[in-house]
């Protein structure tokens, strides 16, 4: 039988007639492998039942790990906007999205307007999974932090950008050259694997990963994020551009796209109050204070990079309609795509992260998702359909439309 991709491509020799019957035909497969899977699956309630989280202590209540988790005993007033909840599911279905994460936060406070997931017992969003290049990130903005001229100087490599070798660390004597913002916006593993060694070195990127907060746990209940620089320059190059070595949870990610918008790394919640069966105020766990990571300019100046990833790069046609025309209209996102194979679940591991709008942001989006051997819609598809339904209603798209998922 052929893949969905496989059968797109040769719709396009075929008729009008052609087509129709290829389409129809396609639609009934959907319909009853739908059916056949809904037949399989568990009851939504127990899908959406992840682990529980680890007890607090007695002058605290027990949270769920994830919104929408059942919780016994207490009632819990959350951050999240049931109406985009409900639209974020909506995107996920549409893009029949069989393992997947999407967290939305007001990254001015760390609040979660919307998370959803499509199954939390295969795929726990309490778990780390392969980092992939949104290591790139943090790669970036510690080199410009050590060596700001490292933006102005073009990075050389040989052959496939995406192919990394033990020689393809050091630059080559002759190749291609493209700037940092490209070698950023096209996630080129060579480039960033050679400034892993040359410019900064396993003890400034390990510092850098560990100041972003990823060795810590974004969140209670959740797993600390783990660094493996490894002992020689090639698994120090493949730890900085995102190929090994580097795990995070679905939390991070987004906790990430949060710093990006001021500088200050704050923990993620969705928790505002809690109280027993009496109405009584329960404690709740006590919040990180807020850290500055990047210096506001720092971090204006990698938004203003990670522009090209959905103008012109990796996430291009994500953000674009189908005539070719910006999805978001004049709302302009920085973002950062990735992509790595990884086990338990087994798949490839696509990640977006990204704030809009980039000049002034006043919301971050992480996605992940576990694509098998057929799927219909990549991280940056999600992502992008995400951000439209939070800035656009008929037909028109405007930054302050975020504040009414926050109100």
């Known amino acids: 039988m052929p893949s969905w991709r496989e059968a797109q491509r040769r719709s396009r020799g075929l008729t009008f007639r052609g087509r129709l019957t290829l389409v129809v035909a396609l639609g009934l497969l959907a319909l009853v492998a739908g059916a056949i899977s809904a037949a ?46 409900e639209r974020v599911h909506r995107v996920l279905e549409r893009g029949r999205v069989a393992l997947g994460h999407v967290i939305v936060l007001e990254p001015s406070s760390g609040r979660v307007l ?6 939390p017992d295969r795929f726990p969003a309490t778990r780390t999974y392969p980092a992939a290049s949104l290591v790139k990130v943090v790669t970036a903005a510690a080199a410009l932090h050590h060596d700001p001229a490292v933006a102005e100087r073009p990075c ?34 060579q480039c960033f694997a050679q400034i892993a060694v040359h410019t900064l070195g396993a003890g400034a990127l390990l510092d850098a990963l560990s100041r972003f907060g990823w060795l810590e746990p974004p969140a209670p209940g959740y797993a600390a994020g783990s660094v493996d620089a490894g002992a020689d320059s090639y698994a120090l190059g493949k730890l900085g551009c995102g190929l090994s070595g580097c795990r995070i949870t679905p939390l991070h990610a987004a906790q990430l796209a949060g710093t990006l918008s001021d500088g200050m790394l704050r923990e993620p919640h969705w928790i505002e109050r809690a109280y027993d069966s009496d109405g009584v105020p329960l404690a709740l ?46 709302i302009r996102v920085a973002g950062k795509t990735g ?63 975020a504040a009414r998922w926050s109100s």
């Open 339 to 401: 992509s790595l194979s990884g086990k338990n679940p087994d798949g490839r591991y696509e990640w977006f992260m990204g704030t809009a709008p980039a000049e002034a942001p006043n919301v971050a989006i992480a996605v992940v998702l576990v694509q098998g051997d057929l799927w219909w819609r990549n991280a940056s598809q999600i992502a992008a359909e995400v951000l439209k339904q939070v800035y656009c209603e008929k037909g028109r798209c405007q930054p302050e439309a």
């Open 156 to 189: 050389r490599y040989a052959g496939n950008p995406y192919r990394l070798t033990r020689s393809r660390v050091d630059p080559p004597r002759r190749g291609h050259e493209i700037s940092l913002r490209k070698a950023l916006a096209m996630s080129n593993n």
């Open 285 to 330: 766990p006590e919040q990180r204070p807020p850290r500055r990571v990047l210096t506001p300019e720092l971090a204006a100046r990698l938004r203003d990079m990670m522009v090209d990833t959905t103008a012109r790069g990796t996430a291009r046609s994500a953000f674009r309609d189908r005539r070719g025309r910006p999805l978001l209209g004049e």
């Open 40 to 85: 399989l699956a568990p009851p939504p309630d127990v899908a959406a039942r992840p682990p529980a989280a680890e007890t607090p202590g007695s002058d605290e209540v027990a949270l769920p790990t994830r919104p929408g988790q059942p919780v016994a005993g207490p009632r819990l007033e959350t951050t999240l906007n049931p109406e985009l909840t």
């Open 114 to 119: 919307a998370w959803a997931s499509t199954d």
